[in-house]
Each structure stands twice: as structure tokens, then as C-alpha cells.
């Protein structure tokens, strides 16, 4: 089953007759997509639920080439990235893991994890990495965190909180222009307060710098009150997809009881 | 007195010549987090082409530079061979060390040792012929000691630029470099090649030390290097105004230390080796002893 796009004038992501199986030709071949369609439109933040293999992960992976599909293509922006490398699909892309380790560099400072991001794109040649003129602007974004880590920049990140990681890696993934913004279930680690806070934030970055956005979320709370597009992953298929006017007639309950539905399919 | 000055003046010698190695294996080793063999390999490397260079009449300051340039070649094939091949890391390291064996016989050709005496080296031609007359049972330290300062000083400086900050972080968290939209495995490869360019240079000075390069002269030296990498860095970790490339060049000298106080007090030559590897064996274990109570936290990556 696909969902056909239904705003195909203006999309930025177009996934086309995706196919991808997990081990193939072994007891534990896994047919997740078959001719998957999803497309999403210029600025749209669009939140993505779905049970335990349903593939949403999976979509991420595709997006950002950690994988390779099978056949079908991908394209960003009109740009066909299907066969391009994992670092290639950065340039445009950025991404926020689940993991609050990933995002930054541990043993380098903030100021030098910030130089670091900042210079994405240009050439990493022999010129000094931090630029002291930039100090200040990256002060500056770092107070909009809220956080105090303005008064921080030269503690090595390793020693930050998961929160305080993930909200810098929010902002590191974010400082230079990106087309598509990727968040992979960046406050399934943190505790209910911090994620709180990172999803605030979320939701203030994406709409300042009007970012196109995939966010996979396991909370489906975050998926009703954040973005404006909604869709519920199964077994490799959207059952849900709505957007706009759609989605905010949806209560938590109405997905719950969707999601168990699902869920008793697959004898969960 | 006089024996206790001259031992101290080879200690420093020594020391000096081995930290430059140092160095080079805390990139790789340290920073990159890369176990490399390939060192046993590119330290007879340098002695070699020094001593090819130098019997025909090289500038041995230049012969210098040859070597280091050498020994980063030897280093991108190995990191050639891990990252674009896809072979593990020790086995590449292990495969350009077998391999270096031969090629550094050709270059000495085909004797295991060949010696130049008599011939300009760094520490008795060029700047060296213009200390005064007392200075000269120093010059061997005064000149590895420069060549050591040198290699540091560029390092440190490297490892503030755009590129070192990338090579810092690709040791550290791969995935970050890839985020940003670059390749990891090109640091990699650049990483090797600086660790091994920096083996080299210290064969190279050895070399020019003894006056002649012996083709094995390699055994040993990833033990020693990691010896004093570990050494250095454990002891050293916690004084704020010293760099991690000084530290290693102290462990070196610390290391070379240990063994000139073992020889002197009647150990036999033939337990060098052993007690090079016993030595290594303690730091290692003084080292986790250490870290232990201190260490970080670990967040496993989480796939899929």
C-alpha cells in the first residue's frame, strides 16, 4: 500500500518506489518497503510515529544514506541522492541522533565542537580552527539555549548533561545552512524535563530558520503538539498521514487507540 | 660523577629521538585511536633512506626531510589498506611492517647493516660545526633536542588548525566528522601518515646518531612508543600547562630512563627486549589502575 503525494508541486524530499529488504535470501529476511512513497513539502515539520520495526527509523537511514535502498529514488531539492555517500548527504542534511554522544565531539571543547560546525562546507585546511572573531556569535547563539553554557565555551563537552549534548548538537546541526533536518528520536534518551526542553527548542529553531523537517518520535504527545504533518508508520507502510486541518482534530487518544490497533496485528 | 653526567646526557639523547616517535604514535595511537604496527616498519624506514642518502652525498638536513616524507608514504599505504580496503587495523599495520622489511633492504642494498662513518651528518656539519669545541660532547643532544621542539611545536600548532580540529574529532567520534559533511577515513589516512613521518624522522636521527642504519633496528619500537605514549600521558594528565606532546616526549625519556638504570645495574643486553616489554606491561596496568576510578561514562552508540 503507498500513499500517493498529494502536494507534489512543491516538494523538497520525494522517496519514490523505495524498495529495501533487510538479509535477504536468509531465515531472517526482513520485506520492510515495498514501492514506499512518502514526499514533503518545502518548511513542512512533519513527525513520524510508528511501532518497533515499522520502519521509520529505517527512512531516516535511507535519507541519510547510512543504508542503501534496493531500488527507487531519493531525491532533495530536486538533487537525486540515492547513490551518494553517507558524509556527501551531509552537506544538506543534518541530523540529530537518539544518541546525545553523537551529535558533538567529547573531548573537544564547545568553542571547538562550534568552530568545528561552523566551518561545514568550507575547506578544513591549515588555517586556525577557531575563529576569534566568531567567539561572540557563538556566544550569542548559546545564550538562546538558555542553558549557561555561554559562561562554558572552553569545558570539553564530554562533561556536559545528555541534555545539555543533545540541545548543543540541535544547535551545532542547525548553524550552517541545511535543506532537510533530521531529528532520529533526539529525546528518547533524555529525562521528562529535558526532553521537554529540547523539544521546545526544537520547535523554536525549526520555525526560525523555517526548516523542512523529518522528526521520528516515540512519544506521541510530542507528535500531536509539535509539527504540522503527522504519520503513522506499519510494517513498512504510512496508515496514517495527516496533515494541517487533519491533524489538529487528533488527540492523543485517537492515535493510542490507532496505535493499538496496530499493535494487536502484529500480536504485540 | 662524570659517568652519572655522561649516562643522564644519553638518556636525554635518546629520549629526544624516541619522543619525536612519540609523538607520532600519539596521533595516531591517542588521537586517532589506531593501533598501529606499521611503526616497526618506518622506523628502520627512515634509518635506511638516511643512510642510502647520506653515503651519496645528501645534505643530511635534507636526508632528514626525505625520511619524514617516506615514512607518510608508508603511513598512507596503511591507511590506504584500513580504509579503502577494508582490511582491520592491526593486520595493516602488520602487512606494511612485512612488507617494509624488503624495501628497506633493497634500499640498503641488500645488506642488513650499512654503516657511514665519516660522512656530514646533522650532528657534525651544517649548524653543528659552529658550536665551540666544549659544547661538542653535547651537540648529539643539543640537535635531537632541536629536531624534538621542533616536531612538537608544528604539531601543536597543526592540531589547533581547521584540519587538526577534524583529525581530533574523527579519533573521537567518527560520525561528527561524517555530519559535517566530510570523509573520516581521509583523516584517517592523514593521521597515519603524520605518526609514521614522525617514526621515520626519528630512524632518520638515530641513524645519524650511530652513524649507520641497521635494517633491524625496528623491533621493538610500537612497545616502546606505546610505553612512552602511556607513560607520558598517565603521569602528566593531570599538569594543566603541559601539552600531550610534551608529556610523550617525558614518557620517552622516563622510558629510556628505566632501561639505562636496568643496564647499569648489570642486566644483560639480551634481556632488553623483555624488559622493554615488561616495563610496557606495568604502564599499562598503573595506567588502567589509574583511569579506573575516574573514568567516564561510556554512551554506547545505539543503532537502528
Redesign the interface.
Known sequence: MSIQPKSDGNALVRMEHIYKTFNPHSVNEVVLFQDFNLSIAEGQFVSVVGSNGSGK??IL?LLCGSIPVDSGTITVGGRDITRL????H??FI??V????????????TIL?NM???D????????????NKKRIDAYRTQLELLKLGLEDKLNLSV?SLSGGQRQALALLI?TMTPIDLLILDEHTA?LDPKSSENVMQLTERIVREKKLTTLMVTHNLKFAINYGDRLVMMHRGSVVLDAASEQKSVLSTRDLTEKFNQISLEDGN | MDIALGLLINVLEEGFIYGIMAIGVYITYTVLDFPDLSVDGTFPLGACVTAALITAGVNPWLACLIAFVCGGLAGCITGFLHVKLGITDLLSGILVMTGLWSVNLVITGGSSILPFYNRNTIFNAGPAALLPEAASPYRIVIFAGIVCLIVKLLLDAYLKTRSGLLLRASGNNAQYVTSLGKNPGTMKIIGLAIGNACTALAGCILAQQGESANVSSGTGMVVMALASVIIGTSLFRKVKFIKPTLSVVLGAILYKACLVIAMQLGLPTNFLKLLMAVLFTLALVSNNLLSGRRRKQHVNPTQI
Open positions: 527509523t529505517t537511514n555517500k553517507e558524509y556527501q551531509s552537506k543534518g541530523r541522533f537518539q544518541d546525545p554522544g553523537k551529535g558533538t565531539c567529547p573531548e573537544l571547538e568552530a568545528l560546525a566551518n561545514k562546507g568550507g575547506a578544513y585546511n591549515l588555517r586556525r580552527g577557531v564530554g546541526c534518551a
